[in-house]
């Protein structure tokens, strides 16, 4: 049975959020909406708006947003501005507001990650809706992932997505793998386009980690689409930990409750500080991967049915010695990466210049 998000079209999806945004705005603008657009009024210097990071359960998604607004609060201090952070329940409330307050000097960010595409449709529509609404203000994409399906669904979504972003030369898009920045660039010619890490990966928080004692291993494994081993293989797999470990702890980066703002950087910092008492993390999550390198907690790593994780390894951490990725899951080949890590010592690569790109991007539109 097709899935309804799927059967619906783009034109009626745009229409829904139409819908949504006459609502938000007559009936339920928000205190939050309030204080940000008055906030963005009051200061007298050169802006820099991020517009949509979210605030649901996906501890990915609140690290990239945690760590775009310490990259973007680094460049204010260097370039003398001030940096302004919506959240993207707000985001169709604020961008007409912004329309009035912004300066063509002021940019405006957007979420990095993996909802480039018409996957994560609220995401896109909200990019989409900015591009419109704010054409003379440059826009800044953090390191995204693109997929577009290879259906009629995809093909119309990409026609519309290549028609809206080559309309001006506003758009920086930064791609975290090669495979996107190939697309971006086969597509978006009317475009900047860029290519940096994650930029979770941008983090350097392991001073502020207790990692005195290292005890166990850890799992976090997916339970939804993108999963692709088996059951029975991940179940042998945590059978072979349990002989290995005195205790083996099932974890997960998504957990079942709203992260807001302002809560994300103690979620995050559990996560992190489990995560830095652990001998051995295994996952088949990209974030699973990226906490356990800025952590220094050795990891052995899945691929699941999107190329995000593989390419991120092979692109920015395939020379990282704390990190195995593990194409053919199997027993064996978890005992071999396993025993492999346990003799080393931790040694994180230097990735900070490869985020230059997306800094100069952002200094240079100031």
Known sequence: MIKIKEALSW??????????????????KTDRVAKFTEAVQESTRKKIILLDPPEHGNLGDSAIAYAEKLFLEKIAKQADCDVFMG?????????????????????????GGGNFGNLYWREEMLRQYTSKKLPKNQKVMFPQSAYFTKDDYGENALKRSIRVYNKNNSWSLFARESSTKTFFEENYPNCFIGYTPDIVLSLDIVEELDHSIRKGAMTLFREDKEKAVSESALTEVTAYLETVFDRVTPSDTVINQAVLLNQQKDYLFKIWNEMASKELVITDRLHGMIFAYITETPCIVFGNSYPKISQTYQDWLKDCNFIKFISDVSVDNVAKAQK?????????????????PLRQAILNKI
């Open 87 to 111: 959240a993207l329940t707000d985001g169709f409330d604020l961008v007409a507001p912004l329309k009035v307050l912004l300066s063509p000097e002021d940019i405006v960010c957007l979420q």
């Open 340 to 356: 492999e890590l346990e003799k080393l010592t931790p040694k994180r690569l230097d990735l900070e210049d490869k985020f230059e």
């Open 11 to 28: 034109q009626y999806k745009s229409l829904v959020l139409s819908l949504v945004r006459v609502y938000h705005s007559c009936f339920k």
